[in-house]
């Protein structure tokens, strides 16, 4: 069964520094997203991408982010400058259409 | 803004014992509702999409309903295997996923 593959499973860095969480969506897949999930909080959406540009983004999702489709089959999310409250799971997720999402097992964030 | 609550917070069932995990929703122009598992350290795995009020669908000991406040996830003889977090989301007239805060189910044997 096709899967959304992200890559590293856990990321621990300095406040301050920049970090690049990677993701593979499904080959055949037209939209992808990040989502993220505080320790012990909701899944929240960030970032929809479509089209080679972003399509919706939350609040959350300020100038300290950035989310970039580098080649056909790579898709990343740049977090500028860590803060301790970026700390969290995040999720890649893409699908066809509006329906289907599939999501990968989430890249660990930790900032010290 | 959308909003989804879901109740209890956490269930704690025998083996065997059948229960219900609920799923309230208030969101203009609902274009899907969707259930997912999710286990400790994972990301949420698919299970269902409900479309419209009255729609079920089924998946071996889950059937989830839809009417047009809630949705509601039922098991039937659940076993350990069946112990994670189960996530409800709504899909409005945009693309992304409102989650609500999920519910912890722990299955003894």
């Known amino acids: 069964e096709p899967e959304v593959t992200q890559t590293p499973s856990h990321q621990v860095t300095q406040m301050g520094q920049e970090v690049i969480l990677h993701c593979v969506p499904i080959?055949?897949?037209?939209?992808f997203y990040w989502y993220r999930q505080i320790l012990g909080q909701k899944v929240e959406f960030l970032v929809s991408?479509?089209?080679?540009?972003?399509?919706?983004k939350s609040e959350i999702f300020d100038d300290q982010f950035s989310v970039e489709r580098p080649d056909g089959s790579n898709f990343t999310l740049k977090i500028r400058s860590t803060k301790l409250e970026d700390s969290a799971m995040y999720f890649c997720?893409?699908?066809?259409?509006?329906?289907?999402?599939?999501f990968g097992s989430g890249t660990r964030l930790t900032v010290v | 803004e959308d909003q989804v609550t879901q109740s209890p917070e956490a269930l704690r069932l025998q083996e065997g014992e059948s229960s219900s995990l609920n799923c309230s929703y208030t969101?203009?122009?609902?274009?899907?509702l969707f259930w997912y598992r999710q286990d400790p350290g994972k990301g949420p795995e698919f299970l269902f999409t409900?479309?419209?009020a009255g729609e079920e669908k089924e998946k071996e000991r889950l059937k989830a309903t839809l009417t047009k406040k809630e949705s509601f996830l039922h098991i039937t003889a659940p076993k350990p295997e069946d112990s994670a977090t189960y996530l409800c989301?709504?899909?409005?007239?945009?693309?992304?996923?409102?989650f609500g805060g999920g519910t912890r189910l722990m299955v003894k044997p």
């Open positions: 969101v203009s122009g609902l274009r899907g």
């Open positions: 080959s055949n897949h037209l939209y």
């Open positions: 989301a709504v899909v409005d007239a945009g693309n992304m996923l409102t």
């Open positions: 997720a893409s699908s066809e259409q509006f329906y289907g999402y599939t």
């Open positions: 991408f479509y089209n080679n540009e972003i399509s919706e």
């Open positions: 409900l479309y419209s």
